[in-house]
């Protein structure tokens, strides 16, 4: 990733108060033109760089223009100047550009050399890049929230002790010794500043005291890495959008196999019912036909009967045909007389036409014999319904035969 030229927002770093002025207003602003940093983090972003400051006056805040592989711009802070470290006795400040990205400080920031004209990154750097990012353990093995800038820089300034990231571009073979351009000083003195001079532009970002310049040793291998980057981040976009479709389309499958599956019990469940209620419909169809043919033949042994009689008496006109039909008949009819018997009784007590008493005891023993009569009635007719449906099983059987 590799930040085009920004526009960035500087200030003067003569002043720590201004320093702290700058990061509390660029952290506080609000709306379209915010940092794209978390509101509860802020603070501690804050402190980080007062810190780093505080610890290393070459490193300067400011705001600046950040572009990603996938040409998506965001605005970002960085801290922009040069690290000291010590090779062979003497004091060199390495130029660095040290990016807090959106998601700072839960992960790490991503650190550049940013080289002058006259340097190029050492080749096979094994903390270095081609393209000047710089990987360290500190910063693989970053740990919020006891991670931080000044120890970043500390860890930064050892291991470009032991290994100098950048040589003089004139020199054909790679020399470990920082480039002539670089200040430096004897060991014990106060540490040098990089004389002020202008550069062509960078391509990891601009501040105040004019523009850091960067060439490519390889540019054709810078442009085919980029291009590989943004290959990548584009196949990985795709996939992960493909997977986030086929994982709705799977789920939408799976919601329609549950709905088919309750689909089918119930229609198990409609398809039972139906048999069954078929079976009772054909058991009573069959009685049906039964008791049909039961009173067809009534009727054909005795409508020659009827033609004969004539006038019949009504009390006559019925032959009970067996004994328990009788004793049935004779039970109903005195349980009915009775019942009579007892409500002409109740018109008479009301209308004084008996005395209380004798109504009392006529209405006791006519309720013990209606009570014998309707428990005999109450017999005869479960003996008649099982005699019934002896008949019934009989009849079916010879159905079934037949």
Same mark, same amino acid.
């Given at each position: 990733?590799?930040?085009?030229?920004?526009?960035?927002? %500087?200030?003067?770093? !003569?002043?720590?108060?201004?320093?702290?002025?700058? $990061? @509390? =207003?660029?952290? +506080?602003?609000?709306? *379209?033109?915010?940092?794209?940093?978390?509101?509860?983090?802020?603070?501690?972003?804050?402190?980080?760089?007062?810190?780093?400051?505080?610890?290393?006056?070459?490193?300067?805040?400011?705001?600046?223009?950040?572009?990603?592989?996938?040409?998506?711009?965001?605005?970002?802070?960085?801290?922009?100047?040069?690290?000291?470290?010590?090779?062979?006795?003497?004091?060199?400040?390495?130029?660095?550009?040290?990016?807090?990205?959106?998601?700072?400080?839960?992960?790490?920031?991503?650190?550049?050399?940013?080289?002058?004209?006259?340097?190029?990154?050492?080749?096979?750097?094994?903390?270095?890049?081609?393209?000047?990012?710089?990987?360290?353990?500190?910063?693989?093995?970053? %740990?919020?929230?006891? !991670?931080?800038?000044?120890?970043?820089?500390?860890? $930064? @300034? =050892?291991?470009? +002790?032991?290994?100098? *990231?950048?040589?003089?571009?004139?020199?054909?073979?790679?020399?470990?010794?920082?480039?002539?351009?670089?200040?430096?000083?004897?060991?014990?003195?106060?540490?040098?500043?990089?004389?002020?001079?202008?550069?062509?532009?960078?391509?990891?970002?601009?501040?105040?005291?004019?523009?850091?310049?960067?060439?490519?040793?390889?540019?054709?291998?810078?442009?085919?890495?980029?291009?590989?980057?943004?290959?990548?981040?584009?196949?990985?976009?795709?996939?992960?959008?493909?997977?986030?479709?086929?994982?709705?389309?799977?789920?939408?499958?799976?919601?329609?196999?549950?709905?088919?599956?309750?689909?089918?019990?119930?229609?198990?469940?409609?398809?039972?019912?139906?048999?069954?209620?078929?079976?009772?419909?054909?058991?009573?169809?069959?009685?049906? $036909?039964? =008791?049909?043919?039961?009173?067809?033949?009534?009727?054909?042994?005795?409508?020659?009967?009827?033609?004969?009689?004539?006038?019949?008496?009504?009390?006559?006109?019925?032959?009970?045909?067996?004994?328990?039909?009788?004793?049935?008949?004779?039970?109903?009819?005195?349980?009915?007389?009775?019942?009579?018997?007892?409500?002409?009784?109740?018109?008479?007590?009301?209308?004084?036409?008996?005395?209380?008493?004798?109504?009392?005891?006529?209405?006791?023993?006519?309720?013990?014999?209606?009570?014998?009569?309707?428990?005999?009635?109450?017999?005869?007719?479960?003996?008649?319904?099982?005699?019934?449906?002896?008949?019934?099983?009989?009849?079916?059987?010879?159905?079934?035969?037949?």
């Amino acid at each position: 990733m590799a930040p085009p030229p920004p526009e960035a927002a %500087v200030h003067s770093p !003569s002043s720590p108060q201004y320093t702290q002025q700058f $990061l @509390s =207003n660029v952290l +506080s602003q609000r709306g *379209p033109s915010s940092l794209p940093y978390s509101e509860d983090v802020k603070w501690l972003i804050r402190q980080h760089l007062v810190s780093l400051i505080d610890m290393c006056p070459s490193l300067q805040p400011r705001t600046a223009t950040f572009t990603y592989n996938d040409s998506r711009t965001v605005n970002l802070l960085q801290a922009n100047g040069t690290v000291p470290m010590v090779y062979l006795d003497a004091t060199y400040n390495i130029p660095v550009i040290i990016w807090l990205l959106e998601s700072y400080p839960r992960q790490s920031p991503l650190v550049f050399v940013n080289p002058t004209r006259h340097m190029v990154v050492k080749d096979s750097h094994p903390f270095v890049n081609s393209s000047g990012i710089v990987s360290i353990p500190y910063l693989t093995n970053w %740990v919020y929230p006891s !991670s931080n800038l000044v120890e970043l820089v500390r860890n $930064l @300034s =050892n291991f470009f +002790s032991r290994d100098p *990231p950048l040589y003089t571009k004139r020199n054909p073979n790679p020399n470990p010794h920082p480039p002539p351009g670089t200040s430096f000083s004897n060991s014990g003195s106060t540490r040098p500043a990089i004389p002020p001079r202008v550069y062509p532009p960078s391509p990891y970002g601009s501040g105040s005291g004019g523009v850091v310049g960067r060439k490519m040793d390889d540019r054709s291998e810078v442009d085919k890495k980029n291009a590989i980057d943004e290959l990548m981040v584009k196949l990985h976009s795709d996939i992960e959008g493909l997977g986030k479709a086929r994982e709705a389309d799977m789920e939408g499958l799976f919601n329609a196999q549950g709905v088919l599956r309750r689909r089918e019990e119930e229609l198990r469940k409609g398809v039972k019912e139906m048999l069954d209620e078929k079976e009772g419909l054909e058991q009573q169809l069959q009685m049906v $036909l039964m =008791n049909t043919d039961v009173l067809e033949g009534w009727v054909r042994d005795n409508e020659t009967k009827v033609k004969k009689i004539g006038n019949v008496d009504v009390d006559e006109a019925f032959e009970l045909c067996d004994r328990l039909s009788k004793q049935m008949s004779d039970c109903t009819a005195s349980d009915l007389a009775m019942e009579d018997v007892i409500y002409s009784m109740d018109k008479a007590i009301q209308d004084g036409a008996i005395p209380f008493d004798q109504y009392l005891r006529n209405v006791r023993l006519l309720s013990r014999e209606q009570f014998i009569h309707r428990a005999t009635a109450s017999k005869v007719k479960a003996a008649q319904m099982q005699a019934q449906v002896s008949h019934m099983a009989s009849r079916l059987s010879q159905y079934a035969l037949s």
